[in-house]
């Protein structure tokens, strides 16, 4: 009697490699097997590929003047300027004292073994809801262009506030918020690209130049818990729109850029050769004027969002 045709069904994917470059763009990988159950009799084999592979990004090879990784040079031209100490930026080590939020180490290293540093807003108490934590860079020269900045943060835990970022042209008293993320956004490292303008809104083209000199600010405000710290590293200016610059893929993005794999097997009646499948990412571009509050449930690599800066007048600290 013939045995009767086993189809095959793949096994959970492994966990993503290493990636292939320790600075600029390399590969990860990961693999699965058609073992769950395996291809026997004469059975249809596992439809899809075998291995995948995606872009990653640990860090650049070469920092320019105005990039900081917050390592061997310290906090750079970053300052904390909070009003209140209980809640302000602190460059540290490691994963964060309390459970279930923050990272488990900075970005840079992606490693917990090594002394790799980056910026937390602790929300431990004393901090308590609603306080608001800055950090400011020293003052940008005017440019005659928009400028990319790059970041990369953490805002794990249920009881996550807000981060913004503003652009501060201190000589003209005006404000823009370019950039806000609300809620949870789930374990890991996200990177977000901002543009910063040449300019304020409504700005007066009679003004002298040096109006347009600005400093960038973040701001963490703690949300409605303990398990609310959040992080930033790795923080890079490219002089372009985000959307012209070569393309910053972070460590662990979330969509693979290539799947090319066949796979073969032999059974003892018959040897099948799936097709090769070819996955192709998807890009999602937000506003800034949205809020989001929906927070991310993929482990792997983040969102990168592009905005556009709206105005805002006053501020909670003094720059």
């Known amino acids: ?22 600075c600029g763009e390399g590969k990860e990988k990961r693999t ?19 291995v995948q592979s995606k872009d990653c990004y640990i860090k650049p090879c070469a920092l320019e003047p105005d990039d900081c990784l ?19 930026w602190k460059r540290v080590t490691g994963g964060t004292p309390t459970p279930s939020t923050g990272p488990d180490s900075d970005h840079t290293t992606q490693n917990t073994t090594k002394n790799g540093h980056y910026m937390l807003a602790e929300s431990s108490s004393p901090a308590r809801l609603g306080m608001k934590a800055s950090l400011v860079s020293k003052v940008f020269k005017s440019t005659t262009s928009v400028k990319c900045l790059t970041f990369f ?28 993320m609300i809620g949870p956004q789930g374990p890991g490292w996200k990177v977000a690209e901002v543009d910063i303008p040449e300019k304020p809104d409504n700005y007066n083209e009679r003004n002298s130049y040096i109006f347009l000199d600005y400093k960038i600010r973040f701001e963490a405000e703690r949300g409605h818990s303990f398990q609310g710290d959040i992080a930033l590293d790795d923080i890079f200016i490219v002089n372009s729109l985000c959307s012209k610059k070569k393309t910053l893929v972070p460590i662990l993005s979330t969509t693979p850029t290539t799947t090319t794999t066949t796979t073969t097997t032999t059974t003892t009646t018959a040897t099948t050769t799936p097709t090769t499948a070819t996955t192709t990412p998807t890009t999602t571009t937000t506003t800034p004027t949205t809020t989001t509050t929906t927070p991310t449930t993929t482990t792997t690599t983040p969102t990168t969002t592009t905005s556009t800066p709206t105005t805002t007048t006053g501020m909670s600290d003094t720059l």
């Open 32 to 50: 699965r097997k058609c073992d769950d159950p395996e291809t026997k009799n004469g059975g249809k084999n596992c439809p899809g590929e075998s």
């Open 70 to 88: 917050f390592d061997g040079q310290g906090m750079c031209f970053w300052q904390d300027k909070s009003y209140d100490k209980s809640y302000m």
């Open 153 to 180: 943060y953490s805002m794990h835990g249920m009881g996550i506030g807000v981060l913004r970022v503003f652009v501060k042209f201190p000589y003209s008293g005006k404000e823009n918020k370019v950039w806000e």
């Open 1 to 22: 009697d013939l045995l009767e045709p086993q189809d095959g069904h793949w096994g959970r994917w492994s966990s993503w490699g290493e990636c292939s470059h320790q």
